[in-house]
């Protein structure tokens, strides 16, 4: 960190016009030059990298019971592309499956209703087979 010139103290280098403790005029010196971490730590073989909040996998299991025929817990994975195709996938199926047993002599209005039980109970199906596996989200990184 840069040092006020006239106090002594360290200042930010954002305090470049007036020092906060003494109040010098450009408390910095005209030369001084920040160093670059970033080629610091790609030497040391840390890298550089995205600071990105840590997903939960209790988030997620809650996510895929309630509305992961939504493809809500693929949104939450980052894995827009297989959200949104279970989203509509979901719905369509759902769609052209009551449609079709709408059409069937007695069950009318019903069909909607066994439609989306039938689409209910493959998504409980999908989500009691997920229990036991290791989830990652579109990065690799496994959930905490």
């Known amino acids: ?10 200042i930010t280098r954002f305090d470049q016009d007036i020092c906060p403790h003494c109040g010098a005029k450009r408390p910095i010196d005209p030369g001084y030059e920040t160093m670059d971490m970033t080629g610091f730590l790609d030497r ?12 939960k996998e209790r988030t997620y299991r809650i996510l895929l019971f309630l509305l992961g025929f939504l493809g809500a817990d693929l949104f939450y994975l980052g894995k827009w592309e297989k959200g949104l195709f279970a989203l509509l996938g979901g719905l369509l199926l759902a769609g052209l499956l009551a449609l079709g047993l709408y ?42």
């Open 44 to 55: 040391m073989g840390g890298g550089v990298e995205e600071l990105r909040p840590a997903r």
């Open 103 to 144: 059409f069937v002599p007695g069950i009318g209005l019903w069909g909607i209703l066994i439609a989306l039980a039938l689409l209910l109970a493959a998504h409980l199906v999908r989500a009691f087979l997920s229990l036991g596996r290791e989830v990652r989200d579109r990065d690799g990184e496994a959930l905490l």
């Open 1 to 10: 960190m840069p040092r006020c010139r006239n106090c002594g103290r360290e």
